[in-house]
């Protein structure tokens, strides 16, 4: 069992910034990939951002160029800088992560509120 715990979401203006972070209960060595989905009222959960155990990241198309993922292994947490933030970007953020040992199984952390608004 794995569990995921998620800070630094909140309220933040057009064009502001926050840094998401995700701390997970087990080794990143365990970790296959780790990153964040989002989900606004109304609409289908989406992958915003990955980053595997080899450092590969993925984004996606929406946030290219505005949001950043990284790890520190040594912390076991993975960060999502967001900056440019748009009001659009408004969602609540899941992180989520795939062990190496269990590359089909997905766990889920409680995920945090990101509100973009003047």
């Known amino acids: 069992q794995v569990q995921l715990v998620e800070s630094g979401g909140g309220l933040v203006q057009p064009g502001g910034s926050l840094r998401l972070s995700c701390t997970a209960s087990?080794?990143?060595?365990?970790?296959?990939?780790m990153g964040w989905y989002r989900q606004a009222p109304g609409k289908q959960r989406e992958l915003v951002a990955a980053i595997t155990s080899g450092g590969i990241t993925n984004y996606a198309d929406s946030v290219k160029d505005r949001f950043t993922i990284s790890r520190d292994n040594a912390k076991n947490t993975v960060y999502l800088q967001m900056d440019s933030l748009k009001p659009e970007d408004t969602a609540r953020f899941y992180c989520?992560?795939?062990?190496?040992?269990?590359?089909?199984?997905?766990?889920w952390g409680q995920g945090t509120q990101v509100t973009v608004s003047s």
């Open positions: 989520y992560a795939r062990l190496a040992s269990r590359p089909g199984s997905v766990y």
């Open positions: 087990v080794s990143m060595s365990s970790i296959y990939a």
